[in-house]
């Protein structure tokens, strides 16, 4: 129905965006403003207990700060109470006062008929209840007993039963007054192609009836009480009401409990919803029969930012996880995430609370692991990556994932966290190859020829080094740290995954060095690589630091690690910054200038001699760190190893 952008924004200024919706939170009156306008809750969309909701009645919109849900009047009686456009104006115009504009005939038969459809569902959600307390549904009931399930809790979920009868339902219908072409569009009979009389298409089955965001019957589920049915479960047809693509079972009172700081749990089946409920994870909703689709991803999200998917301890739990990654992915972003709780081999969140109750349910959720884990998992489980070929097709297939992920700053946390899992991966490896090479390498802490046990007098050439004199090249000193860097991760490789950014900006000149700091981000060696080392670990000035480069001497080795990249960082940036102030200078400099340039100074002389600098906000372990790596490079523990 095409309404009159008029009449659209005259309802939205005469309804206040505050009272619809006051009517589903509680208000921080600390912190609104009522006489502007300006209001503060938690959030109705996920579950929170900060005021992070805000709505603006003189804009007329709202904006969550945590899940990113916004919009006007009618976008939120859409998205928290489930209606209809045509249904939430008809609310909004009613509470303003304002007769609806004339309708389209067609549209209004349309929703005639909806309602219609509706009432037929709801009566044989009646029938199938009515029929779980007569002597044909014994086996039903038993059969429920057995799964915990009392008379209560077939109330509380309107469980009913359908006898295996061709034509009880629909003779029950047709008795009162529903037409044939109603029952068998509401997908309640069949009628065969061949023009026979239409039969009831639930028959000796428990029933679960399926409703919408607003608690209307719009479908049913079906479960077969002969072991030999040829469906196990069974759900109603596609029909003006029911898209099995766009709903989710339970969805309606898990949105409620979801608001008050419950999770949204997705579980696989009736069921086993109905027994996390009663365990107390009344945010827990299923799919309907089939694997999650786009649009129920969507309604998750709505509904919470992060469900948690809890899949069966199975190999069909495990495959319907892996084909819910590339679904997810291109959809995933800030507000939109998921967590994926693996139960116990052969068992579903029903088996589970039956067995060891709700708290065991409890830690499975609380184990639950984001969607990277899940992507690592399925590129990486059983396979085997030892050769350059095969190291390459991993990261290929990892980056074809995450390309799909449309938000920037999730991408680069995805391919954060892939990169230190892979550094787990391949440095784990080539730790636990290390010892069957033989004896160590020269250059390894312990085992360097003509080590000493501690530090000797300086010598004359020392005295002589780039740290003793003013006028030291730039270059020679830069390539010096960068040594103690690269000797310090080969000793220290648990110290590169926060640092590794970091590492990669180094771009050494020397294509030896470049080559090593590949072979220590990847878990790899390459000859390039191992030359290099070699060659670090024979420079006077890192033999002459032999405790920092001791295994177990790693706190000592990440703060001088931490240290040393401040220095040959604030050094390349003092001098680009002068280079690009002698590009910028014409005539006298202007002031804008000589701060950066300052700035530049500062920063490296804040590297260089933190004694000097203010540490307040480094702490004082920090400035001891600093002061050995100082200590480690100034000119009276400088000497040549002896022969």
């Not at 609806?100 to 009566?123: C, F, I, N, T, Y």
């Not at 060095?513 to 420079?539: N, V, Y």
Request: charged fraction near 30%; proline fraction near 7%; charge should be neutral.
């Amino acid at each position: 129905m095409s309404l009159p952008p008029q009449f659209l924004d005259e309802i939205r200024a005469r309804v206040p965006l505050s009272r619809v919706i006051g009517r589903k939170v509680v208000w921080d009156l600390r912190r609104s403003n009522q006489a502007k306008g300006d209001w503060w809750a938690p959030c109705p969309f996920h579950g929170e207990k900060t005021a992070s909701f805000h709505v603006d009645d003189q804009k007329g919109f709202y904006y969550c700060f945590g899940c990113h849900a916004k919009g006007d009047a009618l976008t939120f009686l859409r998205e928290a109470e489930g209606l209809g456009f045509i249904e939430a104006v008809e609310q909004l115009a009613s509470e303003a006062g304002l007769p609806m504009p004339e309708r389209d005939p067609h549209q209004v038969q349309r929703a005639d008929r909806r309602s219609e459809l509706v009432e037929v569902m709801e009566q044989a959600a009646r029938w199938f209840c009515m029929q779980m307390g007569t002597g044909t549904a014994a086996d039903a009931r038993s059969y429920l007993a057995r799964r915990g399930l009392n008379d209560s809790a077939c109330e509380q979920f309107g469980i009913g039963f359908a006898p295996d009868q061709r034509q009880g339902l629909f003779n029950a219908l047709r008795s009162k007054g529903f037409a044939e072409a109603l029952i068998v569009e509401a997908g309640l009979v069949a009628k065969p192609d061949d023009g026979g009389a239409p039969f009831d298409r639930f028959r000796g089955r428990i029933t679960f009836p399926i409703r919408d965001g607003r608690g209307r019957c719009i479908a049913f589920g079906g479960r077969a009480m002969d072991p030999n049915a040829r469906a196990k479960y069974l759900n109603s047809p596609e029909t003006p009401l029911f898209d099995k693509g766009r709903n989710l079972y339970n969805v309606g009172p898990a949105r409620a409990a979801v608001a008050k700081g419950k999770p949204l749990i997705i579980a696989e089946g009736y069921m086993d919803v109905i027994a996390l409920v009663r365990a107390g994870f009344e945010g827990a909703v299923a799919p309907l029969g089939t694997a999650i689709t786009e649009d129920q991803l969507r309604l998750m999200w709505r509904i919470s930012p992060e469900p948690v998917i809890a899949l069966d301890g199975d190999n069909a739990g495990l495959r319907a996880a892996m084909r819910l990654i590339d679904l997810a992915l291109p959809l995933t972003g800030p507000g939109q995430a998921l967590r994926f709780a693996f139960l116990p081999q052969g068992q579903d969140p029903d088996d589970l609370i039956r067995a060891k109750g709700a708290p065991a349910m409890t830690a499975v959720l609380q184990e639950a692991r984001p969607l990277v884990d899940l992507l690592w998992r399925r590129e990486t489980e059983g396979r085997v990556f030892d050769s350059p070929e095969r190291r390459a097709a991993l990261d290929k297939a990892l980056g074809d994932a995450i390309a799909k992920i449309p938000d920037k700053d999730t991408r680069d946390h995805y391919f954060s966290a892939l990169k230190q899992m892979k550094w787990e991966l391949f440095g784990q490896r080539r730790r636990e190859a290390q010892p069957t090479r033989g004896p160590r390498p020269a250059w390894q802490p312990g085992g360097m020829r003509g080590a000493t046990s501690g530090p000797v007098a300086p010598v004359a050439s020392t005295r002589a080094s780039w740290l003793s004199s003013p006028d030291a090249d730039e270059r020679t000193a830069e390539r010096m740290i960068e040594a103690m860097i690269l000797a310090i991760c080969a000793t220290h490789p648990e110290l590169i995954g926060p640092v590794e950014t970091r590492l990669e900006r180094l771009e050494p000149e020397d294509g030896d060095r470049a080559a090593l700091i590949h072979d220590l981000l990847a878990g790899s060696q390459s000859q390039a690589g191992q030359r290099a080392l070699e060659s670090i670990m024979a420079e006077p000035h890192v033999r002459a630091a032999p405790a920092i480069l001791r295994p177990d001497d790693g706190d000592n080795a990440a703060g001088i690690l931490a240290n040393a990249l401040d220095r040959i960082e604030a050094r390349r940036s003092a001098r680009e910054e002068i280079a690009r102030a002698e590009a910028e200078i014409e005539g006298l400099a202007d002031e804008g200038l000589t701060w950066r340039v300052a700035q530049s100074a500062r920063a490296r002389q804040q590297a260089d001699h933190p004694s000097l600098a203010d540490l307040s906000d480094l702490g004082e372990d920090r400035a001891a760190l600093s002061a050995q790596l100082r200590a480690a490079l100034e000119n009276e523990i400088w000497r040549k190893p002896r022969r």
